[in-house]
């Protein structure tokens, strides 16, 4: 007879998604089998661009100091440069990642951390080293095969890539965090919309210092606008930082309606020293690959018992850094729910609002990171390359911006619109941090809307506690110690935060949370207590009065607030957790 494994979860996927899927639910206690196809983690480096609400995410899970350890810190990744080579003129800069003095302060006032670069291939094996830790019991070279389900569990069929033997795993619930070619996906027949495959890319690993050229501009992208490149369509390529400064990827764009270019190790050196500028350099080609861009997303993330997350339900190219980051914030939204379900806090139904609260942001995503990608053509249209046949015509184009002509003139003119509309690729802070959920486990009791917008809504977050927003940041302690608002509300609990006048908020909380067997603590801000709003901003945020209440659920999510004290606190709240809960 063939053995059956045992699990509550079983996670197919070992990349952002499923390693913070598998990190999340090990830190609350659920027990999780993590199979993967491969032998280990990702072996190219992809993602790097850490956002705030990924680092927010990590220092939660108890792993920020881990990533920082390993990561190009926030103050070198700002400086992205335009360039016909790494050694060639520059054509200019835009300070991006929140590193603009004028914008480091929008991110600064929104959370305690700032984003900062990990590539892909260290990240990943944080999230899998300490979900293992914790609990998680991970599986490589083990694929997923086929799966059923019925009405009290999941039945995966996998496959041993050693032995070739295939063996059962029993779960109560799936989680298909495979990847945009996501097979369980498929299987359980998610509704996309949008297109795969619009765009061939084409990876190249390398490594040689050129510190010289890079550290006194340092950034972790340098864009190369190159005529005469034999390879790729329109002559640009991306020279893309991995360690500072002697680790690089280049990425290039190909047409994917051709075959793919065959690059061996020559013709890889060729294209590093164009991109360079430099004819003689010594280079270690490290590995290339090929992969598609897409415009897709699921409009549905669930069937049942089975769930996708990260790229298996968004699909979209680099522009903007969101892959990695949306997927962790996918497994971090699913995670605290099967654990309550899982425990006998809240009812099934409670799942149903991953999809609800996720869809709408792999949607937002996937067409903000292709809106960025398009929107290159401006540079490319403002220089003059989009008519320019050949390399002379070309060359001649990117020069005239130097010459004091009308032309040039209007060139330069130009030039200062199509860099500032990039900011919306790298600096757009409302869609980093301004997701918005509505759903059942959004109690929104007195029907408050948003405030609408002040600024530009892509390039400019808000804070607000309205429910369905984010739990607002602010720095709260005492004269030792110095903590966020986000800090205050861990994972593996609900959170009531309130101030002085609202402390019967505490004996309310006390009672609902011992009836419902719901991990709720309260937090009282005010000078003596727990923490002291120290530089009076929290007061400023909280929108509710003193003795109003926000109700933060694990994912730091505003589930329902009070804006003042009502008759009966413990009443209120009870009803509200109930139903966000969906208890029957
Ligand atoms: P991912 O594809 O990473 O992982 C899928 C996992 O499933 C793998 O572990 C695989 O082995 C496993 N698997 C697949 N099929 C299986 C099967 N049948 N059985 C078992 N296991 C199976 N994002 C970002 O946030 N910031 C950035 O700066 C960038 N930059 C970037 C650059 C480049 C060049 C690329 C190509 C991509 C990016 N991204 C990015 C995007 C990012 O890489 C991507 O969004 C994430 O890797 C998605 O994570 P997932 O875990 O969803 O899938």
Redesign the pocket.
């Known amino acids: 007879t063939s053995a059956t494994a045992e699990t509550d979860v079983l996670i197919?996927?070992?990349?952002?998604?499923?390693?913070a899927a598998a990190l999340s639910l090990s830190t609350l206690g659920v027990r999780n089998i993590m199979?993967?196809?491969?032998r280990w983690?990702?072996n190219t480096p992809?993602?790097?661009?850490?956002n705030q609400r990924a680092m927010e995410i990590f220092r939660d899970l108890g792993i920020e100091d881990q990533v920082l350890a390993d990561a190009t810190p926030h103050p070198l990744v700002g400086d992205t440069v335009f360039c016909t080579s790494i050694a060639g003129e520059e054509i200019g800069r835009i300070r991006t990642w929140g590193t603009h003095p004028a914008r480091e302060a929008d991110y600064q006032l929104a959370s305690p951390c700032l984003i900062c670069d990990i590539p892909?291939t260290y990240l990943e094996p944080i999230l899998v080293k300490n979900a293992t830790a914790r609990g998680t019991q991970s599986r490589f070279s083990?694929?997923?095969v086929s799966h059923t389900q019925d009405e009290g569990g999941v039945t995966t069929t996998v496959l041993d890539r050693l032995t070739g033997t295939s063996y059962q795993i029993r779960s109560k619930y799936l989680i298909g965090?495979?990847?945009?070619?996501?097979?369980v996906a498929e299987d359980i027949g998610l509704p996309y919309e949008g297109q795969m495959d619009i765009a061939g890319?084409m990876?190249i690993t390398f490594k040689a210092d050129i510190s010289a050229h890079v550290a006194p501009r340092p950034s972790v992208l340098y864009w190369v606008i190159q005529p005469g490149s034999n390879v790729g369509g329109i002559g640009a390529g991306l020279v893309r930082m991995v360690r500072p400064w002697n680790e690089w990827?280049i990425?290039w764009g190909y047409d994917i309606s051709q075959p793919a270019p065959v690059v061996d190790e020559e013709k890889a050196t060729q294209i590093v020293r164009n991109l360079l500028g430099m004819p003689d350099l010594e280079v270690e080609i490290t590995g290339t690959s090929l992969?598609g861009n897409n415009e897709m997303y699921a409009t549905h993330l669930q069937k049942q018992r089975v769930f996708a997350?990260?790229?298996?339900v968004h699909r979209h190219p680099?522009s903007n850094?969101?892959?990695?980051?949306?997927?962790i914030q996918d497994s971090y939204n699913l995670g605290w729910k099967l654990a309550a379900v899982l425990k006998g806090q809240a009812g099934q139904e409670l799942l149903e609002t991953y999809s609800r609260e996720r869809a709408p942001v792999a949607k937002q995503i996937v067409t903000r990171a292709n809106k960025s990608s398009r929107e290159f053509v401006q540079f490319f249209e403002v220089l003059g390359l989009m008519d320019a046949e050949t390399e002379e015509e070309m060359r001649a184009q990117i020069e005239e911006r130097k010459a004091n002509t009308p032309r040039g003139k209007e060139k330069r003119h130009a030039l200062v619109e199509a860099m500032e509309l990039k900011d919306y690729e790298f600096n757009a802070h409302g869609v980093d941090l301004g997701q918005f959920y509505e759903s059942t486990a959004i109690q929104n009791s007195d029907g408050a809307t948003r405030p609408a917008p002040a600024r530009d809504p892509e390039l400019y977050y808000q804070a607000s506690t309205v429910p369905g927003s984010h739990l607002p940041h602010a720095w709260v302690g005492d004269a030792i110690h110095k903590v966020s608002t986000l800090d205050l509300a861990p994972y593996d609990t609900f959170t009531l935060i309130t101030g002085i006048a609202g402390e019967a908020w505490q004996a309310a909380a006390a009672k609902v949370g011992a009836d419902l067997g719901v991990p709720l603590k309260t937090v009282i801000i005010g000078p003596g207590r727990e923490v002291t709003d120290i530089y009076y901003d929290w007061a400023r945020l909280r929108e509710v009065d003193e003795d109003g209440v926000l109700l933060v659920r694990p994912d730091k999510f505003i589930g329902w607030r009070a804006m003042t004290l009502p008759a009966d606190p413990e009443a209120a709240l009870r009803s509200a957790l109930e139903n966000l809960l969906s208890r029957p």
């Open positions: 197919v996927g070992s990349g952002p998604a499923g390693g199979i993967t196809k491969y983690t990702a992809r993602a790097h661009i850490t892909q083990t694929e997923y965090a495979d990847g945009a070619r996501s097979q890319s990876n990827l990425v992969w997350a990260g790229d298996a680099p850094g969101l892959g990695s980051n949306t997927s």
